[in-house]
């Protein structure tokens, strides 16, 4: 059963569920969020399969402060200022990634960018306590309006969750707008809590517009797709191919792989989902020209893990 509890009585249980690699729905003054450690893969791979996101599309992470917020990405001076105007509040702005910062790859899917806010009350306490940053979309389920009360969250996610911290309906009832720098320029990616207008004055240019699609990472021309050819659903390891394995049993052929990862060796889907990234990453790494992935179930999780590995393995021209 969930429990719902006010903010002021929610903090030493929200803290306990974080910091054992589960998920929390938290107020935020946009609406309500589904917020896991960004750090912990577990823990995002919850946030997907409490969503039942078919999808794993890159989320916000959310800070304490622009100290945070520094440790994690490479600000621009346009980028800071926006930040300086806004934070706390309703703006998520998308940076390059620091290299060898701690975020979960599942956290941006992949992309060396990430989207970064601050929000304001409850959620920015919870972060500075935790001292480590929170991943978390709208706490919703997939498909579904994104929720603004504590009740809305309990009645969509409720057998799925522990705890909805009650922090009353959320003030701005939509979600961050988001921008991005583009060389001289800004770019809305999603119009959202703070208007269009509001930015460009402080920016002192206007917004470019038009970049949809930010939904399907896959689509993203500066998305991590692997240097290898990817075949999916392989029943047969051809020699010298690398191995993206999946559960106990090895696809036939296997011994003559040139490189072994395996996504979970007892065929937990949450544990594949936090260690996607990061395994595609390191058989790409090995030079083989293709990486072979073994059959990996659709139930759950599978979904999602599925979807990203039908995507890396499209024809290259569709991707970009
Ligand atoms: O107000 C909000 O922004 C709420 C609260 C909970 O903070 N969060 C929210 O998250 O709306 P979500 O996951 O529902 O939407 C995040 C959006 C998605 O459209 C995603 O594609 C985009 O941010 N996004 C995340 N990382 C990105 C990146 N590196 N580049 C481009 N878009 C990105
Ligand atoms: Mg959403």
Do not use: C
């Amino acid at each position: 059963m969930v429990e719902i509890r006010a903010v002021g009585d929610a903090m030493e249980m929200a803290l306990a569920l974080l910091e054992s690699g589960d998920v929390v729905a938290i107020p935020t003054e946009t609406v309500y969020g589904l917020a896991a450690d960004a750090t912990n893969g577990v823990g995002v791979a919850r946030i997907f399969e409490a969503k039942g996101r078919p999808r794993f599309n890159p989320l916000i992470a959310h800070v304490a402060d622009l100290a945070m917020a520094e440790r994690i990405a490479l600000f621009d001076p346009l980028s800071k200022r926006l930040a300086r105007a806004f934070w706390p509040g309703p703006l998520t702005l998308v940076l390059p990634q620091r290299r060898g910062n701690d975020i979960h790859p599942l956290v941006t899917a992949g992309l060396d960018t990430i989207a970064l806010r601050m929000p304001r009350g409850f959620g920015g306490e919870l972060i500075a306590r935790l001292g480590r940053p929170l991943a978390a979309p709208s706490a919703n389920s997939s498909g579904k309006i994104s929720a603004t009360t504590a009740e809305a969250v309990a009645a969509d996610l409720g057998s799925r969750i522990r705890l909805v911290v009650d922090g009353g309906a959320t003030p701005v009832g939509l979600e961050s707008t988001i921008v991005k720098v583009e060389g001289a320029k800004l770019r809305l990616l999603r119009p959202g809590g703070i208007a269009a207008g509001e930015i460009e004055a402080v920016a002192g240019m206007a917004l470019l517009r038009g970049a949809e699609g930010i939904e399907a990472p896959g689509m993203l021309a500066s998305h991590y797709a692997p240097g290898a050819a990817v075949r999916v659903n392989a029943g047969k390891i051809a020699r010298g191919e690398a191995l993206l394995a999946f559960g106990g049993r090895r696809a036939e052929g296997w011994q003559g792989a040139a490189a072994l990862r395996n996504l979970s060796v007892t065929g937990d889907l949450r544990e594949a989902a936090s260690n996607l990234f990061a395994h595609m990453q390191d058989l790409d790494r090995t030079g083989a020209r293709t990486i072979a992935v073994e059959p990996i179930p659709f139930d759950g999780l599978g979904e999602a893990i599925n979807d990203r590995l039908s995507r890396a393995a499209a024809p290259r021209d569709k991707i970009a």
